[in-house]
T-cell receptor, first 113, second 113 residues
Framework: DTEVTQTPKHLVMGMTNKKSLKCEQH?????MYWYKQKAKKPPELMFV???????INESVPSRFSPECPNSSLLNLHLHALQPEDSALYLC????????????FGPGTRLTVT | DQQVKQNSPSLSVQEGRISILNCDYT??????FLWYKKYPAEGPTFLIS???IKDKNEDGRFTVFLNKSAKHLSLHIVPSQPGDSAVYFC????????????WGAGTKLIIKP
C-alpha cells in the first residue's frame, strides 16, 4: 500500500466555522507533513511530525492546529480562517531517513467564504 | 531569495521526442535533488532523485543529470508520452535541515500528439 489518503476532497467553510482535515497512511512512514499549495505555486511546508512529535512549525498562524494521534494519522484543525487561506492542503509522508522521497495525498481543496 | 529556480514556466514537446526540463540552484549545501510530477487536482508524485555526489541517475524513461560546477540539473524524459503532460517541480534538500525541501516554481510540460 503506497497510498496517502485525505478527507474530505473538497471543503467550503465560513470564517467562523471549525473543521478538520484528515490524512492517513499505512506505509509505516514515521514522518508526516502538511503543505499548503496555491495555484501555479510549489507546495509550502506548514508542519512536520516526526515519530508522532511536532518537529517543524513553519510559523503558521494559530488558526491552523495540527494533531498526530498515532503513526498512521494526521489531522489539521481549522478555526476562524480567512479567505486568503483558501488553497489545496496536501498531506505527505516519508521514511524517517529518506525524507526527501515524500508520498503525497490527493489534497483537500479548501474554500473559505 | 530563490535558491532553486526553474526558469521555463512551460515546455511543449512532440510525442516520442526527448523532453528536457532544467533547474538551477544557488546554494552548494544541498545533499539531494529531486523531481516531482504533478497533475491538476492531485498531489505531487515523486519521480526520481540524485545524490549531490553523483552526476547521473536513471530510472526507465527518466534520467536526471547533475552538473555541480554549473549548479544545474536536468530531467530527461525519453521517449515523451502523452501521460507525461504535467507540471514538474525540481526540489532540493538542504544538508542542515531535516525534512524540508526547497522547491522550484515548476515547469508545465505539454506533450503534443
Amino acid at each position: 500500500d503506497t497510498e496517502v489518503t485525505q478527507t474530505p476532497k473538497h471543503l467550503v467553510m465560513g470564517m467562523t466555522n471549525k473543521k478538520s482535515l484528515k490524512c492517513e497512511q499505512h506505509m509505516g512512514h514515521r514522518a508526516m507533513y502538511w503543505y499548503k499549495q496555491k495555484a501555479k505555486k510549489p507546495p509550502e511546508l506548514m508542519f512536520v511530525y516526526s515519530y508522532e512529535k511536532l518537529s517543524i512549525n513553519e510559523s503558521v498562524p494559530s488558526r491552523f492546529s495540527p494533531e498526530c494521534p498515532n503513526s498512521s494519522l494526521l489531522n489539521l484543525h481549522l478555526h476562524a480562517l480567512q479567505p486568503e487561506d483558501s488553497a489545496l492542503y496536501l498531506c505527505a509522508s516519508s521514511h524517517g531517513t529518506q525524507y526527501y522521497e515524500q508520498y503525497f495525498g490527493p489534497g483537500t481543496r479548501l474554500t473559505v467564504t | 531569495d530563490q535558491q532553486v529556480k526553474q526558469n521555463s514556466p512551460s515546455l511543449s514537446v512532440q510525442e516520442g521526442r526527448i523532453s528536457i526540463l532544467n533547474c538551477d540552484y544557488t546554494n552548494s549545501m544541498f545533499d539531494y535533488f529531486l523531481w516531482y510530477k504533478k497533475y491538476p487536482a492531485e498531489g505531487p508524485t515523486f519521480l526520481i532523485s540524485i545524490s549531490s555526489i553523483k552526476d547521473k541517475n536513471e530510472d526507465g524513461r527518466f534520467t536526471v543529470f547533475l552538473n555541480k560546477s554549473a549548479k544545474h540539473l536536468s530531467l530527461h524524459i525519453v521517449p515523451s508520452q502523452p501521460g507525461d503532460s504535467a507540471v514538474y517541480f525540481c526540489a532540493a534538500s538542504p544538508m542542515d535541515s531535516n525534512y524540508q525541501l526547497i522547491w522550484g516554481a515548476g515547469t508545465k510540460l505539454i506533450i503534443k500528439p
